[in-house]
């Protein structure tokens, strides 16, 4: 995928890495962007290669620093903006990838960054960071699901205040506020998020998206509903774990392979 100009992709080690790349306009994510992240995701996703993936942004200034609204506020039409968000809703293929992903955020991350950010399983900032959602200063509300998403990680009224008052927040708040799991330095930020991807991959790979999907689809569910998805999980798992263990312990009960052409034992 080199071929892409605002998207990097990179592969190693079963970690896929995805850099935002526009520094030049604080990796402000437009249509171009839009494009070449619904490819890689569903690259990540398809490749059995990959256990679990990064997404940063380049340059010192942001992770991203919301929408180009000089490009999405200027729609040719309600009808194809609609077809093109049905064609390619990558929000949606964000939040249905089964694989684990990791936001390494420093800078700003704003309106649609922090909504990036919020589609990703786990997220460490750095010391500079800081988080905002502004919509409402221009007249508008959060589109990429920042609505649904902010509220499920940092509670109803919490994501109400900062969403109504287009409040920025620091990455030590945002820490208390468990919109971020870890605040580290910049120098550490990579480091460290490539510390739990490597950990992460050690496991088995089914286990690990079994794993998530307990969590991200068991919590729409209700409890009842929930624990009755792990058990099948679970019970999935298990039996697949036996069938292996069994195929495994009948090779070795084989007797060794004979050959053919030889006369009987004399």
Not at 40 to 55: N, R, S
Not at 147 to 155: A, D, E, F, W
Request: a neutral charge; aromatic letters at 6%; charged letters at 20%.
């Amino acid at each position: 995928m080199s071929n892409f100009e605002v998207v990097i992709y990179e592969k190693k080690d079963e970690i896929g890495y995805v850099t935002l790349n526009r520094p030049q306009a604080l990796n402000a994510y437009n249509i171009q962007m839009r494009d070449e992240l619904y490819q890689v995701l569903e690259a990540i996703e398809d490749d059995p290669g990959v256990k679990v993936a990064i997404f940063k942004g380049a340059g010192d200034k942001a992770f991203c620093a919301g929408a180009d609204l000089t490009e999405f506020l200027t729609a040719p039409s309600p009808v194809i903006a609609r077809q093109a968000r049905w064609e390619r809703d990558i929000w949606g293929l964000l939040l249905s990838i089964t694989k684990p992903l990791i936001a390494a955020l420093h800078g700003y991350v704003l309106g649609s960054g922090i909504e990036i950010a919020l589609c990703c399983d786990i997220r460490v900032a750095s010391e500079d960071a800081q988080f905002g959602v502004p919509e409402m200063g221009l007249g508008i509300i959060p589109a990429a699901g920042g609505s649904q998403t902010l509220p499920r990680v940092m509670g109803m009224a919490p994501a109400l205040e900062v969403l109504l008052t287009s409040r920025w927040i620091k990455a030590g708040e945002a820490h208390r506020l468990k919109l971020v799991n870890q605040v580290v330095s910049r120098g550490d930020l990579l480091p460290t998020a490539e510390g739990l991807a490597g950990k992460i991959k050690t496991y088995d790979r089914t286990a690990i998206n079994y794993a998530k999907q307990a969590i991200t689809r068991g919590l729409d569910l209700g409890l009842e509903r929930g624990l009755g998805l792990e058990a099948n999980l679970a019970d999935y798992l298990l039996t697949s774990f036996v069938k292996k263990a069994t195929l495994k312990s009948s090779s070795w009960a084989l007797p060794a392979p004979t050959d053919s052409r030889a006369g009987p034992p004399g």
